[in-house]
């Protein structure tokens, strides 16, 4: 199957800035799209942004102007700039990763989480 391991999680002040990457391995033959999705305590999970194969990319209202998803289409890897960081943006963080295995098998697949918080 296809893991998933996420980094760059970690504490910040407020106005600060991380970046969040994720690296999928497996014997993958594409990954139509990677995302990032987050979960705050009490809270369901919600899409923070996702990006397609073609560079498509879509983000949730809140994260519009201050985070910025990329993706490395050779490396597997996707990549969640950060940036003017608040406290409502505290959460873990969760990548995840859609297309198909080199047995043409779909997959969907869902990183372990990295805890990001924001202090005022």
């Known amino acids: 199957q296809v893991q998933l391991v996420e980094s760059g999680g ?6 600060g800035s991380l970046r969040l990457s994720c ?3 497996g014997i993958i033959f594409s990954i139509t799209s990677m995302g990032w999705y987050r979960q705050a305590p009490g809270k369901q999970r919600e899409l923070v942004a996702v990006i397609t194969s073609g560079g498509n990319t879509n983000y949730e209202d809140s994260v519009k102007g201050r985070f910025t998803i990329s993706r490395d289409n050779a490396k597997n890897t996707v990549y969640l700039q950060m940036n003017s960081l608040k406290p409502e943006d505290t959460a873990v963080y969760s990548c995840n990763a859609n297309g ?3 047995t043409m098998a779909t997959f969907a697949s869902w990183g372990r989480g990295t805890q990001v918080t924001v202090s005022s």
């Open 100 to 102: 198909r295995l080199a």
């Open 23 to 25: 690296a999928a391995s």
């Open 10 to 15: 970690g504490l910040v002040q407020y106005g």
